[in-house]
T-cell receptor
Framework: TQLLEQSPQFLSIQEGENLTVYCNSS?????LQWYRQEPGEGPVLLVT?????EVKKLKRLTFQFGDARKDSSLHITAAQPGDTGLYLC????????????FGPGTRLSVLP | GAVVSQHPSRVICKSGTSVKIECRSL??????MFWYRQFPKQSLMLMAT?????????EQGVEKDKFLINHASLTLSTLTVTSAHPEDSSFYIC????????????????FGAGTRLSVL
């Protein structure tokens, strides 16, 4: 079973639409990271959230960390074709030693 | 700019040969580096944790004699795929955990650009 679940796994939308991707766990995380990966490239760090309830904005992207530090969401406003990619959440659970875990990813396709 | 350099980006080799992939942290020291494998349209699968100055820790099901890891310095880890076979063809990605460094978030994994291995 996955320590981190992501939903939806696949998402195809038209340019200009809004979307939200969810990252959920039954475990508490000291921090969560969101990465975006494009085909043939390594994941690129978008943001780190560390405080329960924290909200961070990165241009059209809004990231939120749940109050209990067990879940996170990524909201994209007015999606553009350049947002296409695999979005991964990741982090270190409080009770998992030093191991870093990844969610299965959400594959986003934004059509022009 | 990139904070982790991975080389080569692509390699094509014959079955039975060995392939070495390098992962370097730029501008920061990384006592811990990680090696992942990624199959098409899937997430990252952790293969092993590379610890500077000590043996790597391999995940269950990963053959340590097949995937040799060396972490001889605080900025370099290498993965050698020994006697490669077509089933080893995949996208291999390394990452380095930042403990300190200019402008970098601490205790975060930064990734290399990946290596596409094709074994004929």
């Amino acid at each position: 079973t996955q320590l981190l679940e992501q939903s939806p796994q696949f998402l195809s939308i038209q340019e200009g639409e809004n979307l939200t991707v969810y990252c959920n766990s039954s475990s508490v995380f000291s921090s969560l990271q969101w990465y975006r990966q494009e085909p043939g490239e390594g994941p690129v760090l978008l943001v780190t959230v560390v405080t329960g309830g924290e909200v961070k904005k990165l241009k059209r992207l809004t990231f939120q960390f749940g109050d209990a530090r067990k879940d996170s969401s990524l909201h994209i406003t007015a999606a553009q074709p350049g947002d296409t990619g695999l979005y991964l959440c990741a982090g270190e659970p409080d009770n998992y030693g030093q191991n870093f875990v990844f969610g299965p990813g959400t594959r986003l396709s934004v059509l022009p | 700019g990139a904070v982790v350099s991975q080389h080569p980006s692509r390699v094509i080799c014959k079955s039975g040969t060995s392939v070495k992939i390098e992962c370097r942290s730029l501008d920061f020291q990384a006592t811990t580096m990680f090696w992942y494998r990624q199959f098409p349209k899937q997430s990252l699968m952790l293969m092993a944790t590379s610890n500077e100055g000590s043996k790597a820790t391999y995940e269950q099901g990963v053959e340590k004699d097949k995937f040799l890891i060396n972490h001889a310095s605080l900025t370099l880890s290498t993965l050698t795929v020994t006697s490669a076979h077509p089933e080893d063809s995949s996208f291999y990605i390394c990452s380095a955990r930042s403990l300190s460094g200019r402008g970098l978030a601490k205790n975060i994994q930064y990734f290399g650009a990946g290596t596409r291995l094709s074994v004929l």
